[in-house]
């Protein structure tokens, strides 16, 4: 690759391929392996060609058997390579469970540090495709009570590539999480060579005085459409994006929160005991006596998965418009 | 139906109490003997279960507002019930208009939020009326989803405290007349003299600093709010020391024996007990043997003279990290070494865990402080208003003794103070009871019966 120098316009999927191929082409540990992650060159063609050029043995498709995907990478990680597993689908990632919570989060501490686990598990999440029941899940929320995982879920290109490149680099297990929807549809500069944004820094996307805004993923992009928004009506929003869950960077979401006095959450996932619950609860405990306004959670019904119907995705989904009204309220409480 | 709900009673000397906290807000439903309210009186906090299963309709005190023991504090709908509110509504236009009348509502808003008093500025008078069922009452917030939104936000509360200001004074630019953060400050810089305050005790007050202080974590340049069990520690204390000329004495005792009984039993004793063997016990066990002897030291002054008390209740002052509580050992005299082990390790373990009931708190008649503990070599006690005397156990040393034979040894040795209230006794009491009391404390152990 070339000196760092410049950047390039990518798209949230380019800018993962890019990653994976300087990592597949610095690093002969680095392994993926993964359903149609080879000859088909996964169902995004994030790895097109990548098994013409790195080989079936660094390249490696499997069976529809994702317990086995996540164990077999485990093994991987723990005896030196650098395995970057795939799950195709988040909705799929249930029969892994047990050997992302109970093995890899948990080898360093049962090893008393003789191994680490460095691996990556990539998956495409998010709704807002017609998806439906089986590829609109958000899963987060399922594992980010799991001391030993770390879980990512960047929205900007650059962001992609600095946290790819540092999930690949971390001695532990990391949840990298790529929503669906921002695939194609974000578009921006990512910088030329190599660079790592830390795992645990948020990232204020747009400063404001009256709100605080977090949310991660897809709804960063509305969040900041809203708030944008509402910038011609003279109302002032920041707008946070988390870009890492856990270890989530409780100090940035304080000093904001400390500074506007307001706090509004908004994630894809449903509301109960989201990640919302968890900053809410932060934010109660250190900062009470800082808010003007009562904490709020804009995040998804409670019901079981989002529907194929239009009106039940949009049911389910919310819209920069009622992010956009649940923030003027709250600015103007 | 609604049922009227009185200030408790709680203790027989108690004539009145604190709302400390309302553990629910007006709207929510309470189930019978569910904990609704936070009563505090003297030293003790105790939860008040409520008497009937229901809605909580009305708060008719505020938070840290003192009432006599029978006033109504706050009203429950019973279940099934017709909101009075509504019947009123229905029997007498006039009456429910007057509560839903905007400027009244403010006001409402501004009960409803239960605004503490705040050192350095005056709270008006909460508004009263007077409703159908014939009891003064706070106007009554409007429904509860719109209450909690309308509420003084703790960043208000928190700004107004700082600054001084009194949020009613401030017209909210908030959502419904809201007082906002950015009110605060706005009428802080508005008006950098209160009028609210008093100019004497304006320039009197320490200046404040943002931050939010407390008792637990004390932050320099800022203003500590007085808990009620921190008022009354100042009061009590201010009281013995005006009204009892107190006189010291020290004795140094030679626990040498009695410490190598309690090594010996206190293992087995934890195992059985569950409690842990500490010298208090035995220390009690000679307080009251000597109390005996000298009834004057369990005694106190009247107007009409010493009243020499029939039971032998021993107060043990147990500090916490906000406050000192002193549980009482009541009947002391009637319990074994081990009786009170086990007596004073459930006191010590409910004050821990704030469970301490009024009961346990009274009738003292003469108090004990385990005072040694961090190392103290002689202290000089405030007595507990109302008795003769307090005696402290000081830290155990080893030091080299010249013993009866006029050999040197190495022994425990303990300090015992004793402060005493020289109107009830004099020194010629005072020193006899504190001699008996090293006798007795000598003559234990090194084996025994506990």
């Given at each position: 690759m070339a000196v760092a120098s410049g950047s390039q316009t990518m798209n949230n999927v380019e800018a993962v391929r890019a990653t994976l191929y300087e990592a597949m082409k610095n690093d002969d540990r680095t392994v993926i392996i993964g359903e149609?992650?080879?000859?088909?060159?996964n169902v995004f063609l994030i790895t097109k060609d990548f098994i013409k050029e790195f080989g079936p043995q660094r390249v490696i498709d499997t069976p529809i058997a994702e317990a086995s995907i996540v164990g077999i990478a485990v093994g991987m990680a723990m005896e030196g390579l650098r395995p970057i597993a795939e799950?195709?689908?988040?909705?799929?990632?249930y029969p892994a469970f047990n050997q992302i919570v109970g093995e890899a989060a948990k080898t360093r501490y049962r090893s008393n540090g003789e191994y680490t686990c460095p691996l990556v598990i990539r998956t495409p999440y998010g709704g807002?495709?017609?998806?439906?029941l089986s590829h609109s899940v958000s899963i987060e929320a399922l594992f980010y009570?799991?001391?030993g995982l770390k879980i990512v879920a960047p929205a900007f290109p650059a962001d992609v590539k600095g946290l790819l490149n540092a999930a690949i680099d971390d001695p532990d297990p990391v949840l990298f999480l790529e929503h669906k929807k921002t695939y194609r549809l974000i578009k921006g500069e990512v910088p030329d060579g190599h660079y790592t944004i830390p795992i645990g820094k948020a990232d204020v996307k747009k400063t404001g005085t009256q709100l605080t805004v977090v949310s991660y993923g897809l709804y960063v992009h509305w969040a900041l459409e809203a708030a944008n928004a509402l910038e011609q009506e003279g109302l002032s929003v920041e707008v946070i994006?988390?870009?890492?869950?856990?270890?989530?960077?409780r100090t940035a979401i304080l000093e904001s929160v400390r500074k506007t006095r307001k706090l509004l959450i908004i994630h894809?996932?449903?509301?109960?005991?989201?990640?919302g619950a968890e900053i809410s609860a932060m934010v109660a405990e250190e900062a009470l006596f800082d808010l003007d306004a009562p904490i709020r959670r804009l995040a998804a019904p409670d019901v079981p998965a989002m529907g194929y119907a239009l009106p039940l995705e949009e049911e389910y989904m919310s819209s920069p418009a009622e992010m956009a009204d649940s923030m003027r309220e709250m600015v103007r409480f | 139906m609604a049922t009227t709900i009185t200030m408790p009673q709680?203790?027989?000397?108690?004539t009145e109490g604190t709302?400390?906290?309302?553990?629910k807000q007006p709207g929510e439903s309470v189930e019978k003997y569910e904990a609704f309210v936070e009563v505090s009186t003297d030293k003790v906090n105790s939860e008040v279960p409520a008497p009937v299963t229901g809605?909580?309709?009305?708060?008719?005190v505020q938070e840290g507002t003192t009432v006599a023991t029978g006033t109504a504090i706050a009203i429950i709908e019973e279940v099934g019930a017709v909101p009075a509110a509504s019947a009123a509504k229905a029997a007498s236009p006039g009456a429910a208009a007057s509560v839903t009348e905007p400027p009244k509502t403010r006001e409402a808003m501004a009960a409803s939020a239960n605004l503490e008093p705040v050192p350095g500025f005056n709270l008006p008078e909460m508004p009263v009326q007077h409703a159908g069922n014939g009891h003064a009452r706070v106007a009554p917030p409007e429904a509860s989803s719109e209450t909690s939104l309308r509420g003084v936000s703790p960043a208000v509360r928190k700004l107004a405290r700082e600054h001084r200001?009194?949020?009613?004074?401030i017209r909210g630019?908030?959502?419904?007349g809201r007082v906002t953060a950015q009110d605060v400050l706005a009428a802080a810089s508005a008006a950098?003299?209160?009028?609210?305050?008093p100019p004497a005790k304006t320039a009197a007050a320490p200046p404040l600093k943002p931050g939010t202080s407390t008792y637990g974590e004390p932050i320099p340049g800022t203003l500590i709010p007085l808990t009620s069990a921190r008022r009354i520690i100042a009061e009590r204390m201010v009281e013995s020391k005006h009204t009892a000329p107190h006189a010291w004495s020290m004795v140094e005792v030679d626990v040498t024996n009695v410490w190598k009984w309690r090594a010996r039993e206190k293992d087995a004793f934890e195992r059985a007990s569950g409690y842990k063997l500490t010298l208090l016990p035995f220390f009690i066990r000679a307080v009251v043997e000597s109390l005996a002897v000298y009834p004057l030291m369990n005694a106190r002054f009247t107007p009409d003279g010493i009243l020499v008390e029939r039971d032998v209740n021993i107060g043990i002052a147990i500090g916490l990290p906000t406050n000192l509580v002193v549980p009482v050992v009541k009947g002391?005299?009637?319990?074994?070494i081990k009786g009170l082990a086990i007596a004073s390790g459930e006191l010590i373990d409910k004050a821990r865990r704030n469970k301490l009931s009024a009961d346990d708190l009274q009738s003292g008649t003469f108090t004990v402080n385990?005072?040694?503990?961090?190392?103290?070599?002689?202290s000089a006690p405030i007595i507990n208003?109302?008795?003769?005397g307090i005696v402290t156990m000081e830290t155990v040393v080893k030091k080299p003794v010249v013993t009866a034979d006029e050999a040197i040894a190495v022994r425990s040795m303990m300090n015992v103070c004793l402060s005493l209230d020289h109107r009830v006794v004099d020194g010629y009491v005072a020193s006899g009871f504190l001699a008996d009391l090293k006798k007795r404390l000598e003559a234990m152990g090194p084996s025994g019966i506990l």
């Open positions: 149609d992650v080879g000859n088909r060159g799950i195709q689908f988040a909705d799929f990632i807002g495709v017609r998806g439906a009570h799991v001391p994006d988390l870009r890492s869950i856990r270890p989530m960077d894809e996932d449903n509301k109960f005991g989201g990640i | 709680l203790g027989e000397t108690v709302v400390e906290r309302w553990l809605t909580l309709r009305e708060i008719l200001v009194d949020v009613r004074s630019t908030g959502a419904n950098p003299a209160p009028a609210a305050a002391a005299d009637k319990l074994s385990n005072n040694g503990a961090n190392g103290s070599y002689a208003g109302g008795q003769a």
